[in-house]
């Protein structure tokens, strides 16, 4: 499993011009999947033995502009490609997209902006301040069982602080447009049809028409389609019929407009069909219609069941899309929520604190966005661009550990049961879980750290450590030494 893991992140050597800014990354990535505590850039620290010096490196490496975010995700997203394990419906890549909330507190953090969570738990406040998280997910492994891999995350709102355009320039893009513009990057740089699927919350005439905008040539079609659950209020019309005479005037688009919800009501519309349902297969009652949708002034298929959790409707872009595959496909966008869960609760890829200066500073109760303060002159934008680029290249370094993890339990699944000491009362699936894999990689990556004969880039992180420590010990013994000592050492 080490092994693998190496000649994964020698993968990435080609993306860093120094081998010793190249170094950091996997040592940050390795912190990511080996430590055991969640604390930020002081849990990588505590995880390779370091002390000041290793702290201000790491600092270093998330703030320096000689690697680029852009370049790093485009490896990965090549790397997890080459891995033959991702899963396809009918030749195209399933994407899941999202967003999450993290909270922040910092009064000189770019981007925080106050967000209203809707939960059932008296736990969650309903405003706070904090950063909104957007990320797309490709599936891998099986149908059946898969991982959401991360591709792609970004800070999506707030970004008027790093943004020198006008409010009138920034109002053109919604978190709805920016998700499918991520996914929309992943599909043009690799030229693999896409099927992107969505929630409730973005059903919308820009998202539909950014998806069909680009269309490829090769494989004449699309290449995103979408299928986004409708909203309960969603309405639609029906084709109008073509007069036998033409009259005066435009002739008429649409005819008698129709709630889509109230198709429940004609059972005869419905056929029984068996489906897989969150995991489960059973038979549920499908049916599909072609109409209108004003939003886009064109047609949308539209997917309606019944299953054993309740009725659902789908929109599905594509209009050959078969109903019973749209509403599997639509099942496992349950996984980007364990996706999310992951990041923030085992790998802590949100747990960065970086704050500047060059911001003025803002309050932390919850206060209206269209009062956020700008950076004031071009010396302070640019070290606030420079804290907002390190807030996702401390994500990016997190989301490619996860991804890591979950490519070991696909193809290491025997030999991570095999290293796994702890305690499972029952096993939920025969994969083992993201966690289970870090428990066993912690281990393994600790016993190679002190080895004799560890791997290669286990060896070049071991003279890391050493220069570092034989520098921070220099230092300590020269603030230890006495002034008459350090005079006759001098001369």
């Known amino acids: 499993m080490?092994?693998?893991?190496?000649?994964?992140?020698?993968?990435?050597?080609?993306?860093?011009?120094?081998?010793?800014?190249?170094?950091?990354?996997?040592?940050?990535?390795?912190?990511?999947?080996?430590?055991?505590?969640?604390g930020g850039v002081t849990s990588f620290c505590r995880f390779w033995g370091l002390e000041t010096a290793g702290y201000n490196a790491f600092l270093h490496f998330f703030r320096v502009s000689i690697w680029s975010l852009g370049n790093i995700a485009?490896?990965?997203?090549?790397f997890l490609l080459t891995q033959n394990e991702t899963v396809k419906s009918h030749g195209r890549a399933v994407l899941s997209g999202d967003h999450t909330c993290v909270p922040k507190d910092g009064r000189r953090m770019p981007c925080v902006v106050t967000m209203h969570q809707h939960s059932e738990t008296q736990s969650k406040p309903s405003y706070f301040?904090?950063?909104?998280?957007?990320?797309i997910g490709m599936l891998i492994g099986s149908m059946a069982s898969p991982f959401c891999t991360p591709l792609s995350l970004g800070i999506h709102q707030g970004l008027v602080h790093v943004n020198e355009k006008g409010k009138a320039e920034e109002s053109k893009e919604t978190l709805g447009t920016r998700i499918v513009q991520m996914a929309l990057d992943f599909a043009m740089k690799h030229d693999l049809p896409s099927i992107?699927?969505?929630?409730?919350?973005?059903?919308?005439?820009?998202?539909?028409?950014l998806a069909g905008s680009v269309w490829s040539i090769r494989h004449k079609c699309p290449l995103l389609t979408l299928i986004i659950r409708a909203k309960k209020n969603c309405a639609a019309y029906f084709e109008a019929e073509k007069p036998l005479k033409r009259k005066q005037g435009r002739p008429r688009i649409y005819g008698e407009k129709v709630k889509v919800s109230e198709l429940f009501d004609h059972s005869h519309l419905f056929s029984k069909a068996e489906c897989t349902v969150y995991g489960n297969v059973e038979k549920v009652s499908i049916a599909s219609a072609t109409l209108l949708w004003k939003p886009t002034a064109g047609l949308i298929r539209?997917?309606?069941a019944i299953t054993s959790r309740g009725p659902i409707i789908l929109m599905c872009s594509d209009l050959n899309q078969d109903p019973v595959a749209a509403l599997e496909l639509y099942c496992v966008r349950v996984r980007i929520e364990t996706m999310?869960?992951?990041?923030?609760?085992l790998m802590g890829v949100f747990q960065y604190r970086f704050r500047t200066?060059?911001?003025?500073?803002?309050?932390?109760k919850p206060r209206k966005n269209k009062y956020l303060k700008k950076p004031v002159g071009s010396e302070q934008m640019r070290k606030v661009r420079c804290c907002f680029e390190g807030y996702e290249r401390f994500v990016m370094t997190g989301a490619i550990a996860l991804g890591l993890l979950q490519l070991l339990s696909l193809k290491f699944q025997n030999s991570v049961w095999g290293e796994y000491k702890g305690f499972l009362r029952t096993r939920s699936r025969n994969l083992p879980s993201e966690r289970t894999v870090k428990a066993v990689v912690g281990n393994l990556l600790v016993r190679d750290l002190f080895s004799s004969a560890s791997g290669l880039i286990m060896q070049k992180i071991q003279e890391y450590r050493f220069k570092t420590k034989k520098?921070?010990?220099?230092?300590?013994?020269?603030?230890?030494?006495?002034?008459?000592?350090?005079?006759?050492?001098?001369?």
């Open 2 to 38: 080490l092994q693998y893991i190496y000649q994964s992140l020698m993968f990435f050597r080609r993306a860093f011009p120094r081998s010793l800014t190249w170094l950091m990354f996997c040592m940050v990535v390795l912190g990511f999947m080996g430590s055991h505590e969640i």
């Open 74 to 78: 485009e490896f990965w997203s090549t």
């Open 129 to 135: 301040r904090g950063h909104c998280q957007g990320a």
């Open 196 to 209: 992107l699927i969505l929630d409730a919350f973005f059903p919308g005439a820009a998202v539909f028409l």
């Open 302 to 304: 539209f997917v309606l």
């Open 340 to 345: 999310f869960d992951m990041l923030k609760n």
């Open 357 to 364: 200066k060059g911001l003025p500073r803002h309050s932390r």
């Open 471 to 491: 520098a921070e010990l220099g230092c300590q013994r020269a603030d230890l030494m006495p002034e008459s000592e350090m005079t006759g050492a001098s001369s």
